[in-house]
C-alpha cells in the first residue's frame, strides 16, 4: 500500500471484519476447551477407562484434521466467509448434540461434527483476515485470532468451573434433571448462533473473488477497505500474482512445475503446523483439570488453574499484537522455542520427584509442585507469545495467492494430525512412560524447534500478499 492511500484505510470497518472472523477463533478455543472439565462426566456416564477417555476427548481432532483439509479447499470454491458459516452451523450442532448424548458412540459423532468446525475455522480465519487487512498492522490483526481461541478456552473454563461449582461437582445435577457436564456442552450453542448471524454482515475476501474472475465485486469490497484508488491497484496486483497460466487453484500447484517436486514453502509450512502440536500445548487445556488432580490439587483448585492458565495465555497473546509488527515473525518464534524448552524440562524435572500420598495419590514433594504450576503456566506464556499466535500469522499470509488455499489444507490437516496423535496419546504415556518422561519429549521437541525456524522459516513482516513466493 502506498504512502498516499494510508490515509484512507477504513479502519472501523476492518476492524469490526476482524471481530466478526475471530469469533470462529473464539469457538475453535470453547470447542476445544470444554472437554477439560467434563471427563469425569463423560467417564461416568459412559463407564469409560483410560483408553476410553482418550478416544471421547480425541474425537474432535479427527472431524478437525479433515475440516482443516476440506475448508481450505472449500475456500477456492464457495470462498472464505461461506467456509465459516458452514463452521458456525457445525458448532451449533456439535453443541446441542453433545450435550445430549446417550452413549459414547453418539458423544464420538457429535465431537467429530465439531471438529469439522475447529478445523475449518482454524485454517479459515487467519486467511480471511490476512485478506482484508493492510500489510503494515497484518500481524497484529491476525495475531487476534490467537487472543480469541484463547479467549473461547478461557471462557470454557470459567463456564465449567461456575457450573460445576454451582451443581456441588460436574457429575452433580443442575438444570431440568441433567449433570453439569451436558451443560457445559449447552452453553456453546449460544457464542456459535452469534457468529452465524455476524458472518452474515461481513463481505466476501477480495482476493477470492478475482480468484474468481469476479472482479468487479472485489473492487467494491477493496475500496470499502481502502479507497477507490488503491482498489483499483490491489485489483491489478493480485490480478498480476496469479500464475501465468492462471487456472482455479488445485492441490497440484503445490508441485513446483520445474523440479516435479513440492514446493519448500509447503514444508516449511507443515513443519510450523507440525511443531505447534508436538511441543505438547494442547496436553494443558484438553488434560489440564485432570493433570492438576493426579498430583495433588482438588477439583475445583484445577478448575481454577485452568482459568489462570487462560488468563496467561490472553496477556502473552496481547503482548504479541504489540511486538509482531514491530520486531517481526522469526524472532518471536525462537525466542518461544528456547522458552519452552526449559519450562517444560522444568516440568518434566519436578514431576519426575512425584511420591505416593498418605491416601495413594501422587503428591509433589517440598516446593515441587509450586515450581511446576510456575513452570507450566511460564510455558503456556512462552507458546502464546509466539507458536500460538504466528503459526496462524505466518500460514495466513506466507503462501502465494495462487496456492494460499491448497496450501492451507495441506498444513491445516498436518497440524490436527500432529494435534491428534499428542492429545490422544497422553493418557496412556503419562501411566508409561509417565509424565517426566513425556514431558522431556515435548522439551526436545521444542528444541528442534528452534533450529527448524532458524534455518527454514523467512521473515514475512511488511510484506504484500502478493509478493509471496515459494
Known amino acids: 500500500m502506498t504512502e498516499g492511500s494510508a490515509e484512507r484505510v477504513n479502519m472501523a470497518f476492518i476492524a469490526a471484519i476482524v471481530a466478526v472472523a475471530t469469533i470462529g477463533g473464539f469457538m475453535f478455543g470453547y470447542d476445544s476447551g470444554v472437554i477439560n472439565g467434563t471427563q469425569k462426566g463423560l467417564e461416568s456416564a459412559f463407564a469409560l477407562g483410560k483408553l476410553g477417555i482418550g478416544v471421547n476427548v480425541g474425537a474432535i481432532l479427527v472431524g478437525s484434521s479433515i475440516g482443516a483439509f476440506l475448508a481450505g479447499r472449500m475456500a477456492d470454491l464457495i470462498g472464505r466467509r461461506g467456509v465459516m458459516m458452514l463452521a458456525a452451523v457445525l458448532f451449533l450442532v456439535s453443541a446441542l448434540l453433545a450435550g445430549a448424548a446417550g452413549s459414547s458412540a453418539i458423544f464420538i459423532f457429535a465431537r467429530i461434527v465439531g471438529g469439522l468446525g475447529v478445523g475449518a475455522a482454524s485454517v479459515i480465519s487467519p486467511v480471511y483476515i490476512s485478506e482484508v487487512t493492510p500489510a503494515a498492522v497484518r500481524g497484529r490483526l491476525s495475531s487476534v485470532q490467537q487472543v480469541m481461541i484463547i479467549s473461547g478456552l478461557t471462557g470454557a473454563f470459567v463456564a465449567n468451573f461456575v457450573l460445576a461449582r454451582h451443581a456441588g461437582g460436574s457429575t452433580a445435577e443442575l438444570w431440568l434433571g441433567f449433570p453439569a457436564w451436558r451443560w457445559m456442552f449447552w452453553l456453546q450453542a449460544i457464542p456459535a448462533a452469534i457468529y452465524f448471524t455476524a458472518l452474515l454482515a461481513i463481505p466476501e475476501s477480495p482476493r477470492y473473488l478475482v480468484t474468481r474472475g469476479q472482479d468487479e465485486r472485489a473492487h467494491k469490497v477493496l475500496t470499502r477497505l481502502f479507497g477507490v484508488e488503491e482498489a483499483t491497484r490491489k485489483v491489478a496486483e493480485i490480478r498480476a500474482s496469479l500464475a501465468a497460466d492462471h487456472h482455479r487453484p488445485t492441490l497440484s500447484d503445490l508441485i513446483d512445475k520445474s523440479s516435479g517436486k513440492i514446493r519448500p514453502i509447503v514444508w516449511t509450512g507443515i513443519g ?184 527454514l522459516v523467512h521473515e514475512t513482516k511488511g510484506r504484500e500478499l502478493e509478493d509471496m513466493v515459494g
Open 272 to 455: 510450523l503446523a507440525v511443531f505447534q502440536q508436538l511441543v505438547g500445548i494442547n496436553v494443558v487445556f484438553y488434560y489440564g483439570a485432570t493433570l492438576w488432580e493426579a498430583v495433588g490439587f482438588s477439583e475445583d483448585n484445577a478448575l481454577q488453574i485452568n482459568i489462570l492458565s487462560g488468563a496467561l495465555s490472553i496477556g502473552a497473546c496481547l503482548g504479541t499484537i504489540a511486538l509482531v509488527d514491530r520486531i517481526g515473525r522469526k524472532p518471536l518464534l525462537l525466542i518461544g522455542s528456547a522458552g519452552m524448552a526449559v519450562t517444560l524440562a522444568t516440568v518434566a524435572y519436578a514431576f519426575s520427584t512425584a511420591i505416593t500420598g498418605p491416601a495413594g495419590g501422587v503428591l509433589l514433594p517440598g516446593n515441587n509442585g509450586l515450581i511446576a504450576l510456575i513452570a507450566a503456566n511460564l510455558y503456556v506464556i512462552f507458546f502464546n507469545m509466539s507458536w500460538g499466535p504466528i503459526m496462524w500469522v505466518m500460514l495466513g499470509e506466507m503462501f502465494p495467492n495462487q496456492i494460499r488455499g491448497s496450501g492451507l489444507a495441506i498444513s491445516g490437516f498436518a497440524q490436527w494430525m500432529a494435534n491428534a496423535a499428542i492429545s490422544v496419546s497422553f493418557p496412556a504415556l503419562a501411566v508409561s512412560p509417565g509424565l517426566p518422561v513425556t514431558y522431556a519429549g515435548y522439551a526436545i521437541f521444542a528444541a528442534i524447534s528452534f533450529f527448524f525456524v532458524r534455518a
